[in-house]
């Protein structure tokens, strides 16, 4: 099926399936790409301790910043990226690469980013969630 487009200035283009498909697919892709790259940079994290805490490899992670991020782990990239945003809000973001390096009473003396690794972003939003959580009297 083709699709016909009229811009601003009345040129017609002229679109298919296929062309609005990979359109799409790199718009989505470039999206977890810079998901990816917010949370390098808000944590501090080297390409090899990206991968750990995606567990994939330091190679994989140099194709997800070249290619785009699988479909199959966007979600993935974006929740950590919420958890980054949400730390980046409560805590100083200078002081942020420590915090996720040292461990964690509330995380049963796991680091933040072991934590990600092993159970997922939702684990450590929990914590947050109980730890800045108080009631009035």
Do not use: C
């Amino acid at each position: 099926m083709k699709y016909a487009v009229v811009l601003d200035r009345g040129v017609r283009l002229k679109l298919n399936r296929a062309a609005v498909d990979r359109a799409f697919e790199r718009a989505y892709r470039n999206k977890g790409a810079r998901a990816l790259a917010s949370v390098a940079h808000t944590f501090g994290l080297s390409k090899t301790e990206l991968g750990r805490l995606f567990r994939v490899t330091r190679q994989a992670i140099d194709d997800w910043f070249a290619r785009g991020v699988p479909p199959a782990r966007i979600a993935d990239v974006e929740r950590i990226a919420s958890l980054a945003a949400t730390l980046e809000r409560r805590f100083k973001p200078e002081r942020l690469p420590q915090i996720v390096r040292s461990p964690l009473p509330g995380l049963q003396g796991r680091t933040i980013l072991a934590a990600i690794a092993e159970r997922g972003a939702v684990s450590v939003l929990d914590m947050l969630d109980r730890a800045f959580a108080y009631s009035v009297a």
